[in-house]
């Protein structure tokens, strides 16, 4: 048995070399049947070992940078950082347990090694306990394994059924592989082997048919003018009250060599590190400063609204992105903006607030009392261009931005700050996810960062053009918007739940005969 939780340690730990900046995709397939092998024929007890160990190692390797934003600017002890660290993975490997829990418990009715096992029950559970990752808590749904076929011909897919959908293939094609090995490795040749190597064959050839498809076409008779300012703050600094006119100068010196006609300027998030209210002079300044050169600037900034009572205590703070340079002047409070909906848990609000306090309190992250805005926003308008917009982590949730997605978006815009994480693959691993956005949608996909990684990405998921992480710069870019929309775009989800459905009626029938 300890031989079997090494493995799958190892097959778990392996799967982050099929994400950025790795890209090795057919290591996801190697790790995740592994881990349906290993788990197949074990009882209860054994599989949700297997399962937490497989667990273990694909959220240690996947997400240790986590580590740097608790050592580093939580300013906590190395001991403790590495507490809650471990805390974190072993809470997120209960899902893989789970999974292989309910997969061993499934045996009576899905016979072990069989094509319902591998291909029917363990897709489907997966999906469950996935979902169930993706919104306990709010949900942590970072490195979904659909993401690692970015690179692979499966990117195809993304347009059609999205992300989930992407996820579900890829494990009805680790089942496949489990399948077809154990009947080889049993010297079984039969017409569900063959069927399977079938499959396998028509699932990868299959986009190749599709792969050259426009879904979506480019409007070259519009063109839009980026700059993307990258300040690269250090964010052991950039919350410190005397570090914020030394940031507000840097913006404005950075955005002043860039202002031109019909220029579009992108900040970070929360680039200005204080209050709205508080800043209502360099507002008005650069609100005057972008109309009289022709410019738009959409400015992050955290929005501390005062409810009727007018009491300091009584309000809401929003993680907020703003237009300044309109034709009507500033304002405050505006109405072409965006308030970021999905909230980061203790980074910028605390769940189960009157349990978990203590450990925000120990975090001490700065404005982690925030109020998420509304699910369903309207685009940011940008020099007439509009925007669908997602803050930071956002974007990783495609169904959000499917709810705020409209016919007319020219372009999706993203703007975050992954100071938090350093130099490590943590970023890199979020550029990916806004690619695959970019490539479900159909829509080039503007971002723009604090230290790293602005890029540019186009319709296809492709990075036009990105800047150096850690460098203080400006990334200009002239792009057409896109017009029509991907099936994805059109019907989010459903696809994806029509497939899990039929899957679901099959094992029901195969089960009742």
Request: charged share 15%; hydrophobic share 45%; proline share 5%.
């Amino acid at each position: 048995m300890l031989k079997h939780l090494l493995l799958a340690l190892l097959f778990g730990s392996i799967a982050v070399f099929s994400y950025a900046p790795f890209h090795i995709w057919p290591l996801a397939f190697i790790s995740f049947t592994g881990f349906l092998w290993l788990i197949a024929d074990k009882s209860k007890k054994q599989a949700m070992l297997i399962g937490l160990s497989w667990g273990v190692g694909y959220f240690s390797a996947g997400v240790h940078w986590v580590y740097i934003s608790i050592k580093q600017y939580g300013e906590l002890p190395s001991p403790v950082a590495l507490i809650i660290l471990g805390l974190l993975i072993l809470y997120l490997s209960l899902y893989p347990m789970l999974f292989a829990f309910l997969l061993s418990s499934l045996k009576r009715f899905a016979m072990q090694f069989s094509l319902k096992q591998f291909v029917f029950a363990a897709p489907i559970l997966w999906q469950f306990t996935e979902f169930l990752r993706s919104n306990i808590l709010t949900g942590f749904s970072w490195l979904q394994l659909g993401y690692s076929q970015l690179d692979s011909p499966l990117r195809s897919y993304f347009p059609i059924i999205g992300i989930d959908g992407v996820t579900l293939l890829t494990t009805i094609l680790c089942g496949l592989l489990a399948y077809c090995l154990h009947q080889l490795t049993k010297r079984r040749i039969n017409k569900h082997l063959i069927g399977a190597f079938i499959a396998l064959f028509a699932v990868f050839v299959a986009p190749f048919s599709f792969n050259n498809i426009n879904w979506t076409t480019i409007d070259s008779h519009r063109v839009a003018d980026f700059s993307l300012i990258q300040a690269n703050i250090s964010q052991s600094i950039r919350w410190n009250r005397q570090q914020l006119n030394n940031t507000l100068d840097t913006y404005a010196e950075l955005t002043q060599a860039n202002l031109g006609q019909n220029k579009i300027i992108i900040w970070s998030e929360a680039s200005i590190t204080d209050y709205e209210i508080n800043q209502q002079p360099f507002l008005y300044y650069l609100d005057k400063l972008a109309r009289r050169h022709d410019s738009e600037i959409a400015v992050g900034i955290i929005d501390y609204r005062f409810k009727e009572s007018k009491y300091q205590e009584d309000a809401d703070v929003f993680n907020t992105l703003l237009v300044l340079g309109e034709k009507s002047p500033y304002q405050y409070p505006t109405t072409n903006r965006y308030q970021k909906h999905h909230l980061v848990p203790f980074g910028e609000f605390t769940p189960l607030s009157s349990l978990l306090k203590p450990i925000a309190n120990i975090l001490d992250i700065p404005m982690s009392t925030m109020q998420p805005g509304n699910s369903n926003q309207p685009p940011l308008k940008i020099k007439g261009f509009k925007f669908t917009t997602a803050i930071c982590y956002e974007v990783i949730l495609s169904d959000l931005i499917w709810k705020n997605f409209t016919a007319d978006t020219d372009f999706l815009l993203t703007v975050s700050n992954d100071a938090w994480f350093g130099n490590s693959i943590g970023p890199k691993q979020h550029l990916q996810m806004a690619q695959a956005r970019a490539l479900e949608f159909g829509r080039p996909l503007i971002r723009s960062t604090n230290t790293g990684i602005t890029a540019i990405i186009d319709h296809h998921g492709k990075i036009i053009k990105q800047l150096p992480q850690f460098e203080r710069a400006v990334l200009t870019q002239s792009l057409s918007p896109t017009t029509g929309l991907t099936p994805y775009a059109m019907w989010g989800n459903k696809l994806h739940i029509i497939i899990m459905l039929f899957m679901f009626i099959l094992l029901i029938i195969k089960k009742r005969s």
